[in-house]
C-alpha cells in the first residue's frame, strides 16, 4: 500500500488519509488511549478528560496533527497513528512545542515538564535509517477487526518509500496487547528502560524499543 502525495489507502470499508485539525474532536480520545496509564497523571494533571481535551487541542492547533494519519469508516474516524522519518528534526519539534505551549500556557507547559520528569526512553539516541512509529490507537469498540494492522501497514509503506532500512516505537512496559500486537506484525524487542519515579506516579515500569526489519512487501 503506497501513500505517496499524502493518499489515501482503503482496505474493506476502512480508508486511510492524513489527518486535518478538524479530527481533533474525534482525535483526543484516541490520543489518551495511545497514552496508557500515563494519560491522566501526565498529561491532565490527574484528569482523564482534561488529558483528552488537552491532546484535542493541541491536535487542533499548528503542528498538532503533522504526521498523523486516521483511519475512517463511513467518514467516522476510528483509528489513528503517526509516524515519519526524523522524528528528531528540529522544525518538527519546535512546532509541536509550539502546539503544546498554546494549550497548556507558559506555567501549565512548566508544570507539564515537572510532571514528565520521570519520563525515560528506551529508543537509542541515534539510530541509522530508522523510521518512527508513535500515538497508534483504535476505538475501543472497534479493535480485533484488523484496524490497527491496517495503520500499521500504512506505516510500513512510509518507512519503504522513505528508504528506510528500519521501524522503530516505544511501547510500555506491561500494554501486553500493544506488545503482542507488534510482536506478530514481526517487531522485536531492542531495548528497555525502567524508571521507578514513572512507576510511582502512574503504574508504568517504563518503555520497551521494538524494532522491525523494512521489507520489499511493504
Ligand atoms: C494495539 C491496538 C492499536 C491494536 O489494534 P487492533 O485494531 O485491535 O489490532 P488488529 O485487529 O489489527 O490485531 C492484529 C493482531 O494483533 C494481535 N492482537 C491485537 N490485540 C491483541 C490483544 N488485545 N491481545 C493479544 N493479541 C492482540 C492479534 O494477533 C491480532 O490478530 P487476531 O485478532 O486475528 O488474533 C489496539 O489494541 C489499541 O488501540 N490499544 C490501545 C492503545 C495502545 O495501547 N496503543 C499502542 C501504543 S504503543
Known sequence: MG???????TAGKISIRPATA??????GHLLADAAGPLAAPIWGGGSIERTRERFSGM???????????????DQRVVGVIAHMADRTDPWQSLRSSL????????????????????MVSAEPAFVRNSYSVWNL?????????GIGSELL?????????????????????GNT?????????GYKERRRRESAGLRAMTG???LIYMVRAVEDSD
Not at 501513500?3 to 489507502?9: E, L, P
Not at 491536535?59 to 469508516?73: L, M, N, P, Q, T
Not at 496487547?177 to 506484525?185: G, K, M, N, P
Open 204 to 206: 508504568a515500569a517504563g
Open 153 to 173: 501497514a500504512h506505516a510500513h509503506a512510509g518507512a519503504r518509500e522513505a528508504g528506510a532500512l528500519t521501524i522503530g516505537l516505544e511501547v510500555l512496559i
Open 59 to 73: 491536535f487542533a492547533r499548528w503542528g498538532g496533527s503533522d504526521h498523523h494519519y486516521v483511519a475512517c469508516e
Open 137 to 145: 490507537a483504535v476505538e475501543e469498540e472497534q479493535r480485533r477487526r
Open 22 to 27: 478538524s479530527d481533533a474532536d474525534a482525535v
Open 99 to 118: 502546539a503544546t505551549l498554546r494549550v497548556y500556557g507558559v506555567v501549565g507547559s512548566m508544570a507539564l515538564s515537572w510532571r514528565m520528569r520521570h
Open 177 to 185: 496487547a500493544a506488545i503482542r500486537f507488534y510482536e506478530q506484525a
Open 3 to 9: 501513500i505517496a502525495g499524502g493518499g489515501v489507502g
